[in-house]
């Protein structure tokens, strides 16, 4: 019995020896918890259709910002808001004034543009975005337009882009609110982006940025689908598949339109 004693004490005495200090060294300092602020949204459709009657759509982005703490003092929150359709390849032509007609004098072409780009913000880009962000993300309209090399194809190059923005923005396509985003207490947001009738087919991309001091801290991507239906889905496919038969089906309804029109006609003069 005592040496089983003596050898339960002897067995104690290492833990003791490792556990000890551990018990009374003082708790080390923890780095300061930095306050992190993540996107949650949500779109009112991700699919948009294109049908004979459409005539434009308008989008609804909401969503708040969700965070492990309090809201961190300092400059305010800002939330930028895209919409982007799918690229294209663009030829922009300078027309000028010669011999009393108008003819291309110079042509550039644009690598990438978008079909479509709407940017949404709760106030002025240049005033809530640092310009290293800008270029990192591409999040302005001019850095969403993809034109490299094209200085080496025609004197004053940049007129040539900033051509293209001003036409889409006339038509619809391009266009920029700075107050387009609503914030409620630097948590809710929303924003309506309105799409034209003239919508091009394809995945169109939306992308939410949060930025403080001009600094991104979060962004967030979904995605609308805008596709065609119905009868106007039937010609597209059609038309791009199949371009013999398409041809022929043309000719044969104009036939039949030109001779129905001259039918009517001839009746009425009797």
């Known amino acids: 019995m005592i040496r089983a004693l003596a050898l339960l004490m002897l067995m104690a005495l290492p833990v003791a020896a490792q556990t000890g200090p551990e018990q009374t060294r003082p708790e080390q300092p923890r780095p300061e918890q930095t306050a992190t602020e993540t996107i949650v949204a949500g779109l009112s459709h991700s699919r948009v259709s294109i049908t004979t009657n459409f005539g434009g759509s308008e989008i609804l982005i909401y969503g708040a910002v969700k965070r492990e703490t309090k809201v961190p003092e300092g400059p305010p929150l800002q939330v930028i808001i895209t919409v982007e359709g799918p690229p294209q390849t663009q030829i922009v032509r300078r027309k000028d004034h010669r011999f009393g007609i108008w003819l291309n004098s110079a042509e550039v072409r644009i690598d990438s543009a978008p079909s479509f780009y709407a940017v949404a913000s709760t106030g002025p880009l240049s005033q809530i975005l640092a310009q290293t962000d800008d270029l990192r993300y591409n999040i302005s ?126 009746l009425f003069r009797l």
Not at 144 to 160: D, Y
Not at 221 to 239: C, N, P, W
């Open 141 to 266: 309209l001019p850095q969403a337009i993809r034109a490299v090399g094209i200085s080496a194809e025609a004197e004053s190059a940049p007129q040539f882009v900033e051509a293209l923005m001003r036409i889409r923005t006339g038509e619809g396509r391009f266009m920029v609110r700075d107050t387009g985003v609503g914030l409620a207490e630097d948590t809710l947001f929303r924003a309506d982006i309105e799409l034209p009738a003239n919508l091009t087919e394809g995945n169109y991309q939306v992308r939410i940025f949060l930025t403080r001091d001009g600094a991104v801290v979060d962004t967030l991507k979904r995605t609308i689908r805008v596709r065609k239906e119905g009868l106007e889905r039937t010609v597209y496919r059609m038309a791009t598949r199949q371009p013999l038969l398409y041809g022929l089906i043309a000719l044969a309804l104009a036939a039949v339109s030109g001779w129905a029109a001259s039918a009517v006609f001839r």
